[in-house]
């Protein structure tokens, strides 16, 4: 998996969003706050659908959206070139998926291959897939988290770069864990991207370094 080493100057992000944005919203956050410091900048923000709050969040900070719904192209290849090509507009550094509830196909890897970032609510391997929230807690697991990692072919296969635990609670439901773990994942997928732009990285075979 090829990774940059020399990263621009802030790193331009485009994020990947299908739903209510709170992570686009901590990196968005970070940016306006930690002004150049931080070391990356959101460049624009793209969906796999219209009306959610996360493309609203990125219009109030007046940034470039778009939107590609696999049901307007003829077959799953031509959304993923479609949706590759929307990025690259955008000349990003990093690709961060963040509630992007869409895996990406062959082209997009290709072109993104390892400056794609996910953020995951379960501690991978475990729970991975749509579900990671409500299959730890049906699991009967004790302790569940988030991770961040690359995106490979698989699904929530990819080398991880960092992860944080929750405790999962007797009286839990999907809903008040998945809103502990988001707690921890917004602050978890800020310092990362913070962390990658700022010092570069290098991935061999499963292994994220950064210096
Ligand atoms: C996050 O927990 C992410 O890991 C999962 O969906 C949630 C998205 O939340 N896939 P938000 O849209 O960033 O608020």
Redesign the pocket.
């Known amino acids: 998996m090829a990774a940059p080493t020399e990263p621009s100057s802030p790193a331009r992000v485009v994020v990947l ?1 299908s ?6 919203q901590a990196l968005l956050d970070a940016t306006a706050e930690g002004g150049p410091a931080y070391g990356a900048e959101v460049v624009a923000v793209g969906a796999d659908r219209s009306g959610i709050e ?1 493309l609203r969040r990125a219009e109030r900070a007046g940034l470039p959206t778009f939107v590609r719904r696999v049901a307007d192209f003829a077959s799953r290849p031509e959304w993923d070139v479609a949706l590759a090509d929307a990025v690259s507009a955008h000349r990003p550094d990093l690709v961060v998926s ?2 992007f509830m869409k895996i990406v196909g062959a082209e997009f890897l290709a072109r993104f291959g390892g400056r794609i970032v996910n ?3 379960a501690l991978l391997p475990s729970f991975p897939g749509a579900h990671g929230v409500r299959d730890a807690l049906a699991y009967g697991a004790k302790v569940t988290g ?1 991770t961040v990692h690359f995106v490979d072919d698989g699904v929530d296969t990819g080398p991880v770069i960092a992860q944080g635990v929750v405790e999962i609670r007797d009286e839990d439901d999907e809903a008040a864990l ?1 809103e502990r ?2 707690d921890v ?1 917004r602050r978890l997928l800020v310092d990362v991207v913070g962390r990658l732009a700022r010092d570069g990285y290098s991935i061999k075979g499963r292994k994220v370094y950064i210096p």
């Open positions: 969003v739903g209510s944005g709170t992570n686009l996360g963040a509630g953020t995951h609510p988030c998945h773990i988001k994942e």
